[in-house]
């Protein structure tokens, strides 16, 4: 993926699955690193919108399929019957988390689901860019707006508010990470959110600019 040949801070960032396999301890597939845990955990913080302590479909994540769909108003949306398809693919994400089948994900469950992702990750990395490109690029659509080809603060604001959270943090967040990036500031482009995403899920590495991509939420 030629969005991984970047620099950050003028260093060469490569491919973090050529920085494991170079590593005197490289990075055990079968062990969840701890700097991945801690992200999760503090992921399925943002995604627990009552802040109950659990993931239910009903009250956590069809209200924000709910606003997301109607940021678009009457304006035509990307992609068709959006609110159906975002339905469909938070239930299906929270069923394949939902670990012991009780109709609610707990934080546990959710650190866990993720092991075997992380590992299929590292086993076939360019099959798992091509699925993030495939899913980070359809969300990227549902977010920008005017469909120009790039996520303003505003976006991002939006999906932050669709979870309950406030949304001032997340211009100067993305700024920091932009520059970083040595990109330029107040915008993001497809390939370069395809790029934070896959760091922030994947590359264990806490100096990362993905690292920071929820911000002090996550």
Same mark, same amino acid.
């Given at each position: 993926?030629?969005?991984?040949?970047?620099?950050?801070?003028?260093?060469?960032?490569?491919?973090?699955?050529?920085?494991?396999? *170079?590593?005197?301890?490289?990075?055990?597939?079968?062990?969840?690193?701890?700097?991945?845990?801690?992200?999760?955990?503090?992921?399925?913080?943002?995604?627990?919108?009552?802040?109950?302590?659990?993931?239910?479909?009903?009250?956590?994540?069809?209200?924000?399929?709910?606003?997301?769909?109607?940021?678009?108003?009457?304006?035509?949306?990307?992609?068709?019957?959006?609110? *159906?398809?975002?339905?469909?693919?938070?239930?299906?994400?929270?069923?394949?988390?939902?670990?012991?089948?009780?109709?609610?994900?707990?934080?546990?469950?959710?650190?866990?689901?993720?092991?075997?992702?992380?590992?299929?990750?590292?086993?076939?990395?360019?099959?798992?860019?091509?699925?993030?490109?495939?899913?980070?690029?359809?969300?990227?659509?549902?977010?920008?707006?005017?469909?120009?080809?790039?996520?303003?603060?505003?976006?991002?604001?939006?999906?932050?508010?669709?979870?309950?959270?406030?949304?001032?943090?997340?211009?100067?967040?993305?700024?920091?990470?932009?520059?970083?990036?040595?990109?330029?500031?107040?915008?993001?482009?497809?390939?370069?959110?395809?790029?934070?995403?896959?760091?922030?899920?994947?590359?264990?590495?806490?100096?990362?600019?993905?690292?920071?991509?929820?911000?002090?939420?996550?």
């Amino acid at each position: 993926m030629s969005s991984l040949q970047v620099k950050a801070n003028a260093t060469h960032i490569e491919p973090f699955e050529n920085r494991w396999a *170079k590593h005197e301890k490289p990075f055990d597939p079968c062990v969840m690193h701890p700097e991945l845990k801690r992200r999760y955990q503090k992921l399925f913080n943002f995604y627990d919108k009552t802040g109950d302590g659990r993931l239910v479909f009903a009250d956590d994540l069809a209200p924000v399929a709910d606003a997301i769909d109607a940021r678009w108003g009457k304006n035509k949306r990307p992609i068709p019957n959006l609110l *159906k398809l975002l339905y469909t693919t938070y239930q299906k994400e929270n069923s394949r988390r939902d670990l012991n089948h009780d109709g609610q994900v707990e934080p546990d469950e959710f650190v866990s689901a993720h092991e075997n992702v992380v590992n299929s990750f590292q086993a076939s990395p360019d099959k798992a860019r091509a699925f993030i490109r495939q899913a980070a690029g359809g969300f990227f659509s549902c977010l920008d707006l005017d469909q120009d080809g790039w996520l303003v603060p505003d976006d991002l604001a939006a999906y932050a508010e669709a979870y309950g959270h406030p949304s001032d943090w997340v211009e100067t967040n993305l700024n920091a990470m932009l520059q970083m990036l040595d990109k330029p500031l107040g915008r993001i482009d497809l390939e370069t959110f395809l790029l934070l995403i896959e760091q922030y899920w994947f590359d264990p590495s806490p100096n990362v600019p993905g690292a920071k991509l929820f911000g002090q939420s996550a």
